[in-house]
């Protein structure tokens, strides 16, 4: 499939298809829901998202490091020459590492906007010394940079049946409500991280703070507080969600079947999360194959559905007689 989605993407050079190969690979191994819901794309736009994502993954992975097997400096050298490599690519081509050549050319196809960029690797330069945010509007200010950005980013590639500023609220918000997901889900790995990404005003309206959270973790033990205070950050989520789904009808139709599916999938995280009772501190919620076959299903179905629509002769209103058949060009 890999070569399909180059040729229908017009990438050539042998260098820059193994730079996307190697972006695909990475959103295969490391975001397994939404790998799944970018089959659903449009075959000519799928590397451009594993470009995205695959860039996203390389930084995201320096500064995790959960192993800690690399000293903060080391990393901080990492993401700095990380900067200054995407930097030159944007504004030339190329790269020194491969995610690096292949994002820059999806920025070039698709006229995304540098300063996203700049804004994502600002976040990911305060992950390295920033370990939890006081208020919700402290950390609106990390996941505009770790997150919306992302859905910016994405809506030149998907394409809207709007102006785009109309739709671009809508994208940042999904880009935030997935985010929101991972670190509701992700509270016990963070916290092994030395972070806490949930909210210190959400958790201290409950009576949690971070000894509870490291009690709770070290002990698999459970408290009321900690449990409220989940359900608070999942409401949170929820309304984020909310905020986002009308941007969906927005985007091109081939295109959002992919979206609604990763929409559906990443809310199935938070239903798994209240399923297992809030116990993300002692083990990820995941959402059933069962679950992720069904979603990944339906979106066939919907690309179907969005083809055939393309291509049925639709009956237009002449000025001077009776309605005419136009059949949409196949796409």
Known sequence: MTRRELDAAGITDPALRAAYTRCRRL????????????????????????????????????????????????RDRLLRRLESDLARGL???????PVVRAVADTAARYAIEPVLFADFMSSMRADLTVTDY?????????????????GLQMLPVLGTVTAREEAAPHAAALGVAFQLTNFLRDVGE??????VYLPGD???????????????????????????????AEAMTREVYR???????????????????????????????????????????????????ATAAAGVLRVAGARWRARVPRR?????????????PAR
């Open 27 to 74: 959103n295969a191994r490391h975001g397994k829901t939404y790998f799944l819901a970018t089959r659903l794309l449009p075959l000519e736009r799928r590397s451009a998202v594993h470009a995205l994502y695959g860039f996203a993954r390389w930084a995201d992975d320096i500064v995790d490091d959960l192993d800690r097997t690399l000293a903060p400096e080391e």
């Open 134 to 150: 006081p208020t919700y509007a402290d950390l609106q200010g990390y996941v505009h940079g770790s997150a919306a950005v992302i």
């Open 91 to 97: 504004r030339s081509g190329g790269g020194d590492e």
């Open 243 to 293: 905020t986002a789904e009308p941007g969906i009808a927005m985007l091109d139709p081939r295109v959002r079947p992919c979206i609604r599916a990763a929409f559906t999938l990443y809310g199935g995280i938070l239903d798994a999360i209240a399923e297992q009772e809030y116990t993300v501190l002692h083990r990820r919620a995941v959402v059933s194959r069962r679950r992720r076959a």
């Open 316 to 328: 237009i209103a002449t000025p001077d007689g009776p309605a005419v058949e136009r059949k949409e």
């Open 190 to 195: 963070d916290l092994d991280r030395g972070r």
């Open 202 to 232: 959400l958790l201290a309206a409950h009576g949690v703070d971070r000894p509870l959270l490291e009690w709770s973790r070290r002990t698999g033990r459970t408290d009321p507080r900690i449990r409220a205070a989940l359900v608070a």
